[in-house]
């Protein structure tokens, strides 16, 4: 039994605990190319919200990991087959419940670890900020936390190269062999602006890419899976640590 897995522990272990920290890693359940599973998020989020938290627990860290939320915003692949969307609004309810629970018991750290980019908590964090002013909740984007040019040669967004090593590391029986990789080419708004980055709307999943992958995959190894692995972990646990050694009421310098 790993202490710092919620899904594991049990009350004997847990009736007199003292939490400072609890992780809630947040997937999706959608397809990722032809040749990953539609769990390919809620793997990464598991297996890395995992590892990092063994790097922190083993530095002292009092934390726990909650159980993986499966499903995410896909608003704009509802014609992908399968593709399940969690609403924002759902994901406000179903944070807004844990919230409750976390605040009665006077764990006031929340961070939530996400796994998939449709999902963004910034608006769902500022309001029940304003709800539990106690608590303190932040997210981290762990795709985002390291240079990514720097493990992979061609890193693109969605069932890519860096999602299909990752996958080759963590779950290879679950990758289909190689020849059955799409290209993962996407197609990019017309308009200027769009392709410059500062004006956002949802992309239309089907209209974007033929193989919904978005970003070529063929330079994957489990090789480079590992090594980012290892990377992402480690950097994750400095900042679980860092989080539960934070003083709330002197956060700022
Ligand atoms: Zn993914």
Not at 172 to 182: A, H, I, Q, R, S
């Amino acid at each position: 039994m790993r202490p710092y897995i919620l899904a594991e522990n049990n009350w004997k272990n847990l009736k007199n605990a003292k939490i400072d920290l609890a992780v809630l890693p947040w997937g999706a359940t959608e397809a990722h190319n032809f040749h990953l599973p539609y769990a390919t998020d809620i793997y990464e989020a598991d297996l890395m919200a995992a590892e990092s938290a063994k790097i922190a627990w083993d530095k002292g860290a009092n934390l726990i990991v909650l159980p993986t939320i499966p499903f995410g915003v896909n608003t704009g692949q509802s014609d992908v087959y399968l593709n399940i969307n969690m609403n924002p609004s759902t994901q406000f309810a179903v944070l807004s419940d844990i919230v409750e629970v976390l605040n009665r018991q006077k764990i006031y750290k929340l961070l939530l670890f996400n796994s998939h980019g449709g999902n963004n908590f910034k608006s769902i964090i500022r309001e029940l900020g304003l709800k539990y002013p106690k608590m303190f909740i932040c997210f981290a984007n762990w795709f985002q936390s390291l240079d990514r040019t720097e493990y992979f040669d061609d890193p693109g967004d969605h069932a890519d190269e860096m999602e299909t090593s990752l996958l080759l590391h963590l779950k290879p029986d679950l990758v289909l062999p190689k020849e059955n990789w799409g290209e993962g080419k996407e197609k990019k708004n017309r308009i200027t602006a769009f392709q410059e980055g500062w004006v956002w709307s949802e992309r239309k999943w089907s209209q974007i890419s033929e193989d919904t992958g978005v970003g070529n995959p063929a330079m994957a190894t489990k090789e480079k899976g590992e090594a980012y692995f290892k990377a992402v972990t480690s950097k994750m646990g400095k900042l679980f640590s860092d989080l539960c050694k934070a003083d709330l009421e002197d956060l700022y310098e």
